[in-house]
Structure formats: structure tokens, C-alpha cells
């Protein structure tokens, strides 16, 4: 039995996680954690599916965790970085879902994974996880002659652009293509900006409404374009995407993961 403490426990993805984790027969809640002055603070936090699960809604990340051998994660970087300090301490392995880590913070959860095992993807579903790999194949076969953009959507309320489903797809194909995607990633265009420079990979973002996730990856040549495309209807996808990564970490010391990890893709 794996037991498990949902970060962020009264968001939208929070509880869809609190959800999965309550059906799965094989996993346990075990703690709530969310931000102090929370109207949630000191609720049972699956009464909103109508179970009593016995833990209590807390803002202390030391009694979140104190029974429990993962820590699901996803806020915000400041507080998933401050989550992961105790962590490590308490030797809680984590499943990192929170996106717009600086490559500092990143670095700094690489050096955490040197005492736990940590998974970190910035999707955790496991049918973005598969496009990926579509995409590595036919970025290899579309290596010349044909232009890529990369076109994301996402609810009103997401507060980094371009997401990070969208910057893994452009590393992915970047990759695959010899690139780096710091060198050759477009991230706006404006006014006279010339011809298309074609070992360019560009972004585009959209955000509206309670949109929760459409990727496309359009590789357009002459005479033919194709386009993979991941469109997300609910985040129950990612809150059993994220289950199987806290399965993976079962009996894992140390480590960082990613989802190619989980689901055997590499």
C-alpha cells in the first residue's frame, strides 16, 4: 500500500488527485496539505466525495507528510521547492507535477533527487507522455523541408506561457533533431520579422475560458503538413498518470524520473 499526501489538496487538480487516490485499491491518502488561511484547513479533505478518510486538511508540510511515502505535488515552483527541503529531510519521495522551474530550481531538485527518488514531468498523462515519443519518431523522418510550430491552449487561470507540456515537446524534437532548443525556440512574433528562419521551432499560446490542455506539433512542408495532437477533456488523466508515477517510486531510494521512466518509453 502506498501512501500518499496531496500538495495543493483543494485546487481543482488537487482534488482530482484526492479522487484517484481514494478509488485506487493499491494506495492510501494519508495527508492534505494546503496554503495557511485556507477555508479547507482542518476539513477531511475527501468529504466532497462523500468518504471519510480520516485525514485532516493541514497547512503544516511536517504533519502532511509525517505518514506518508510520497508527497504529489502540483503548485507552484516557491512552494514545490519548499515542499521538497522537507522532503529530502524526512526521506518522503516526491511526484513533481508543478511546470515553470528556472534551470536553477531544477538543478536543485536534481541535487534532491540524490536522497529520495523524485519523478518530475511537466505532464504527467500518460498519452502526452506517448505523443512524445511519436514526436522524437517523426521528427527524425521530418528532419528537412518541413517548418514546426507548436501550438498550446490552456485555461484563463494558467500563469506560465508557453506550458511546460509545450517547452517538452520543443526540447523532444529538438533533440531529435540534433538542436538545442535555447538556440532555435521562437517565442513571439511581431511586425516585420522576415522570412521564417527554417531551423527555427515555434510557440504559440493561447489561453481562454476552462480549456485544460490541447498540444498540437504541426511539421509543415511543401504540398503536406502533418499535425500530432494531444487534447486533454478532464485532469483525470493526469491524476492517474500521477499514481502510477508515485507506483514506480515503491520501493525507489533515490533518483530523478521522468514519465519515459514510468511507463518503460526509453
Request: one cysteine or more.
Amino acid at each position: 500500500m502506498q501512501r500518499i499526501c496531496v500538495a495543493g489538496a483543494s485546487g481543482r487538480m488537487g482534488r482530482m488527485l484526492i479522487e484517484a487516490v481514494c478509488q485506487a485499491p493499491d494506495c492510501q491518502l494519508s495527508g492534505a496539505l494546503d496554503v495557511a488561511g485556507s477555508p479547507a484547513l482542518g476539513t477531511d479533505p475527501s468529504v466532497f466525495l462523500g468518504l471519510s478518510s480520516g485525514v485532516v486538511m493541514t497547512s503544516d508540510l511536517q504533519v502532511g507528510i509525517s505518514n506518508s511515502d510520497v508527497l504529489i505535488d502540483f503548485t507552484r515552483p516557491e512552494g514545490t521547492l519548499a515542499h521538497l527541503k522537507v522532503c529530502r529531510e524526512r526521506g518522503v519521495n516526491l511526484v513533481i507535477g508543478t511546470t515553470g522551474f528556472s534551470d536553477e530550481q531544477k538543478s536543485v531538485i536534481a541535487a534532491a533527487a540524490q536522497d529520495i527518488a523524485i519523478v518530475m514531468a511537466p505532464n504527467m498523462s500518460v498519452g502526452v507522455n506517448v505523443t512524445l515519443k511519436l514526436l522524437e519518431m517523426a521528427a527524425k523522418s521530418l528532419s528537412h523541408g518541413y517548418d514546426i510550430e507548436i501550438i498550446e491552449a490552456h485555461h484563463r487561470h494558467k500563469v506560465d506561457a508557453p506550458s511546460g507540456t509545450a517547452l517538452k515537446m520543443g526540447e523532444v524534437v529538438a533533440n531529435a533533431l540534433g538542436r538545442d532548443l535555447k538556440d532555435c525556440a521562437v517565442y513571439a512574433r511581431e511586425g516585420v520579422t522576415g522570412e521564417r528562419d527554417p531551423s527555427s521551432i515555434g510557440f504559440a499560446t493561447i489561453r481562454g475560458g476552462d480549456i485544460v490542455g490541447d498540444h498540437t506539433v504541426l511539421f509543415a512542408g511543401t504540398g503536406e503538413r502533418i499535425e500530432i495532437s494531444h487534447k486533454s477533456s478532464s485532469r483525470v488523466s493526469y491524476a492517474q498518470g500521477s499514481l502510477r508515477a508515485a507506483r514506480f517510486l515503491q520501493g525507489r531510494k533515490t533518483g530523478l524520473f521522468d514519465m519515459a521512466d514510468v511507463l518503460h518509453l526509453k
